[in-house]
């Protein structure tokens, strides 16, 4: 079973930067990640994510802030935020699109920005 473990989380004032981990007990190197976030009273929704070619997608809200990227040889994927708003605030998984290990989900890192 994968192990993914994220990290990076933490308080921080808007307009504010963070980076988040996410370290794979498997290869990733084939696998389409993303970054995905569940805000208190929300869906979870994917934020940030590779295509099949290797390039990017990110949702409307976060384009221009967040980048996401990844180390194969580490098993990593990260997530730059910068100038992050109070509406970022969620607790934020890494996972891959298509949920090819089901409903595993780790234990996400929460990112809580003050206003």
């Known amino acids: 079973q994968v192990q993914l473990v994220e990290s990076g989380g933490g308080l921080v004032q808007a307009g504010g930067s963070l980076r988040l981990s996410c370290a794979a007990s498997t290869s990733i190197r084939n696998i389409r990640m993303g970054w995905f976030r569940e805000a208190p009273g929300k869906q979870r929704e994917l934020v940030a994510s590779?295509?099949?070619?290797?390039?990017?997608n990110y949702t409307d809200s976060v384009k221009g802030r967040f980048t996401i990227s990844r180390d194969n040889a580490k098993n990593t994927v990260y997530l730059q935020m910068n100038s992050l708003k109070p509406e970022d605030t969620a607790v934020y998984y890494c996972?891959?699109?298509?949920?090819?290990?089901?409903?595993?989900w780790g234990q996400g890192t929460q990112v809580t920005v003050s206003s």
């Open positions: 590779f295509t099949s070619t290797g390039n990017t």
């Open positions: 996972n891959s699109v298509f949920y090819i290990w089901g409903n595993y």
